[in-house]
């Protein structure tokens, strides 16, 4: 994960008010490291669709959200499901 609003990876995870604030797509990004494929290697965005506004990070809400902005060349789109 990228969290560039949160100290640690424990401020997202974790039950406190810190965590209730910080918003999935928003405040913290879901990549993964590729070292299988063979067109794509290195960190990329997790190869999700499921991008929704929420915080915390119960089953990873923002799991889409680096992919839509991947396929809109590292763009937010108008239509960008999560308010920044």
């Not at 209730?20 to 494929?37: C, L, N």
């Not at 990329?44 to 915390?56: F, I, L, M, R, V």
């Amino acid at each position: 994960m990228f969290y560039p609003k949160a100290g640690t990876i424990k401020d997202i995870r974790d039950d406190n008010k810190k965590s209730k604030k910080i918003i999935s797509g928003k405040d913290y990004f879901v990549f993964e490291i590729q070292h299988e494929s063979p067109t794509k290697k290195g960190f990329q965005p997790y190869p999700s669709d499921d991008c929704k506004q929420t915080t915390g990070s119960m089953y990873l809400p923002s799991l889409g959200c680096t992919k839509l902005i991947q396929k809109n060349n590292w763009k937010i789109p108008s239509n960008y499901p999560v308010k920044i």
